[in-house]
């Protein structure tokens, strides 16, 4: 059958994958099951078994491979076939596997560690780790951006986009294989790959991600990771070259081991033996002297003994009964009634005497200078200072009752109709 008429996906079974389609990846069996053919493979992998197959899954595997199977998946991908490896956390070490054979051809391999975030961040658990920063590609942002429909800035388009990555681990990612996926700047360790891709010249891809935790039913739905693994799974199942992911310029720091000081500290005594014609050996933990001390009844008989030569008479040892201390005196009885705090003083309000006694005509005084220094500045009466003045004014003239509030228009309303009423009296 010809390259594009595979409409295959064949998760793998026969390694006894952690991570099984009918149990933990309902949601992507429901996504895929409408435009591709899924199946279910519990035997040796061959090569009728990936005949018109598009993609191979591994997801978790817990067994070896053989190297004939490993040849078959090689002879696959160089068919213009599609393998995706996922791992997880502690890497083909805790999962007893050696997926790294394979993948240290291509440029990849996991790490025997584990991501994690220092602080809380939405999930309680350190190894459910929220990653921002850790978008590798730029159509993969393009696609979080179009299908999340936020508002998104132009400036912070790259930090904003975040997923979850539980229980997973890192990766070792050179060329010819690229790096898609990463830890960011504040999930441990830093800026380190949880995902690479490899692409041969027949167009069959190989993917290798660190978590396969991440795709499970209790995840996917989580942040950006349903987005991710549609991304993902059209990048492997349809022929997008890789000038047209449009890679970002990551950051990617070194694989850095630091030794296990928790460890070390617990040895009675461990020391590294220094000396100009002393020559490291290829086993380093040879240097570490960790028999100086034990417990033992080696000398318990020698001992016995002593005490006929010095006729002392042998007693066996008797139960010391401890006498306890008492931190506190005893208690006595109160003779005095209990003392108690008396209430807090009243608090008095506080007014500005000059502003209470002074006459109306200080007060109007006081207020023109106030207004007519913020109007030195400006060429343009400002409307609102118009208005503050003529209510003032008003307060001041006492225009409106105490518990009345009038506005400018209605002050100087207030105001005609008074001086109006005054002449009316003049003239009768």
Known sequence: MEVNQRNCVIFDQSKNELFKLHDNYKTVHRKIKNDMRIEVNKVDITENV????KLFIAAGPQENFTEEEFRILKNFVQNSGQVWIMLGEGGETDFNTNVNFFLEEY??????????RASYYKFFHPKEAIVCEG???QSLLK????????DWDQVDEIIKPEFVYPFGATLNVIIP?????STGPVVYPFNRPVAGIFCHASGGKILATGSGHMFQDRYICEESNMIIWDYLFRL?????????LQLNDIEIFDNTLTPNTIYLADQPKICLVEAIDCEIPADFKKMFDMHLHSINNNSLREVISTYEHLDVQYESLKIIKPQFEIPLPQLQLAVFPPVFTDLPVPALELFDLDEAFSTEKAQLIQLTNKCLLAAEDRRDVDENELK????????ILNVALPDEQLS????????GVRITQYKKLDRE
Do not use: W
């Open 50 to 53: 990936l005949k018109d197959v």
């Open 107 to 116: 440029g990849m391999s996991v790490n025997t560690d584990v991501a994690l």
């Open 135 to 137: 978008i590798g590609t």
């Open 143 to 150: 696609t979080i951006r179009e299908q999340s429909g936020g």
């Open 177 to 181: 294989s690229i790096a898609i996926l």
């Open 236 to 244: 492997m199942t349809e022929d997008i070259p890789l000038s047209q």
């Open 388 to 395: 503050y003045f003529i209510e003032e004014c008003g307060r």
């Open 408 to 415: 400018a228009r209605d002050t100087l309303h207030r105001i």
